[in-house]
């Protein structure tokens, strides 16, 4: 079994910076991509960002380009997404995800955490 939970999510006034937290458990030895997605209300779930995890490089979408960072640490088996200069259009639960070696796409969810930027 492999597990994600995100944490670090809030509300934050326009302008401001948030950073979340995605730790990774169980057999996660397989993994070639971490990422972070977002759904906001009424809207389909979207991609974020991620990270490829043999080479470290890094993928954004044109919305957060710029502004939001996606980061790793090895030893705890974490991602990090730090965000900058958030917008209300930014409001949306944010999810971490795990693409297993051999998947054709994101196979492992988290449950969520909820991002809120007032105006």
């Known amino acids: 079994q492999v597990h994600v939970v995100e944490s670090g999510g809030g509300l934050v006034q326009a302008g401001g910076s948030l950073r979340l937290s995605c730790a990774a458990s169980?057999?996660?030895?397989?993994?070639?991509?971490m990422g972070w997605f977002r759904q906001a209300p009424g809207k389909e779930r979207e991609f974020v960002g991620s990270i490829r995890w043999s080479i470290g490089t890094t993928y954004y979408s044109d919305s957060v380009k710029g502004r939001f960072t996606v980061s790793r640490d090895n030893a705890r088996n974490m991602i990090f997404l730090q965000m900058n200069n958030l917008k209300p259009e930014d409001t949306a639960v944010y999810y971490c995800?795990?693409?297993?070696?051999?998947?054709?796409?994101?196979?492992?969810w988290g449950q969520g955490t909820q991002v809120t930027v007032s105006s």
């Open positions: 995800a795990i693409q297993r070696r051999g998947a054709s796409d994101y196979d492992v």
């Open positions: 169980g057999r996660i030895w397989n993994r070639d991509a």
